[in-house]
């Protein structure tokens, strides 16, 4: 292709050379534009043993980078999903790696025109992620690279597990993917004890939003015997990042710990998932077609379910309240 500059030059001079310049300019030389807040999510493990001491500083240190979100730090690491301008994440990022952790942190990124997060919290934990048994962390699942993962859970020997909890799935999910069904992730145990026959000689497929529940998940398998275990590295965001639209087994959105509630293959937030200000459930285009949703006041996941019985009337709106 003739270079721009080779080009402005064959054209006559006048009015309408100057129209073409522009037109050649904007064809050239513009960058599609991106949205000025950057979503960073990534966990990392590693040996933190003052995390108490830290909370403060590290508080500080986003706050005056203007960051929103949540970061969890614990003496076995850290999981955060914070929202800032470019520079400010990168500069962020470039503290978390060069002198709080002293090594490269893998992280995802998508992008929104607004913030989606309301304050910042900084919060101590025993667990980065909480399974709610002992778990060694010594032996995980074997990674899948997320352009192998189609080849994996079509599979016949193959079992494959959502680890995330039912709000969530309710959104979306993998082609046969096994819905468990729990409130959260500390049921999880329990459920592969009560479903071990569906699991006996076959490789068990495990994903989540992220990897992190999948990096408990897998170890704990492990340690209760069952070695034929995987699971989606980077999780279903870098699915979405990777493997185009057209060759995606993935059907749905996917639910995300903020205002966007979800996104979808492109990483862009959800046009129609909403929450049910009753009982936090996310919320599909056709759940708020069913005549059980009612903003505000209830929703096809808890009308009539006795754990999120209330004594307002049926007209009677709840207050929402800020999530994230």
């Not at 919290?121 to 962390?137: A, C, F, N, Q």
């Not at 994903?207 to 275990?229: A, M, P």
Request: charged share 25%; glycine share 8%.
């Amino acid at each position: 292709m003739m270079p721009v500059s080779v080009m402005v030059r064959q054209l006559s001079s006048g009015i309408g050379a100057i129209s073409e310049i522009c037109y050649l300019r904007a064809m050239f030389e513009t960058a599609p534009t991106q949205p000025p807040v950057v979503i960073a999510a990534f966990y990392h493990f590693f040996d933190f043993p003052d995390f108490e001491a830290m909370r403060m500083p590290l508080y500080d240190h986003l706050n005056g980078l203007g960051i929103k979100g949540s970061l969890l730090i614990t003496a076995e690491g850290v999981n955060s999903t914070m929202a800032g301008t470019r520079a400010a994440i990168d500069s962020f990022l470039g503290y978390l790696q060069n002198e709080l952790i002293g090594a490269p942190v893998t992280w995802k990124e998508s992008y929104a025109d607004y913030q989606p997060f309301g304050k910042l919290r900084v919060r101590l934990k025993k667990e980065t992620i909480g399974i709610g048994e002992p778990v060694s962390m010594k032996r995980f699942g074997q990674y899948v690279e997320p352009k192998d993962w189609n080849a994996l859970i079509t599979r016949n020997d193959v079992v494959i597990i959502d680890t995330r909890n039912d709000y969530e799935v309710n959104l979306g999910t993998f082609e046969k993917a096994i819905d468990p069904d729990i409130p959260n992730f500390k049921h999880l145990p329990q459920w592969t004890r009560d479903n071990a026959e569906m699991l006996k000689g076959r490789k068990v497929a495990t994903f989540c939003t992220g990897g992190i529940r999948c990096e408990k998940y897998t170890s704990w398998l492990i340690d209760q015997g069952i070695e034929d275990v995987y699971h989606l590295k980077g999780g279903i965001l870098q699915y979405f990042e990777d493997v185009p639209v057209e060759q995606s087994l993935w059907q749905g959105e996917c639910f995300v710990f903020d205002e966007r509630i979800a996104v979808d293959h492109h990483l862009q937030p959800s046009q129609t998932a909403v929450l049910c200000l009753h009982c936090d459930h996310a919320l599909t285009a056709e759940d708020q077609r069913q005549p059980s949703y009612i903003k505000g006041i209830s929703c096809p996941h808890c009308e009539g379910d006795a754990r999120h019985a209330h004594d307002r009337s049926p007209t009677q709106k709840r207050p929402g309240r800020v999530k994230f």
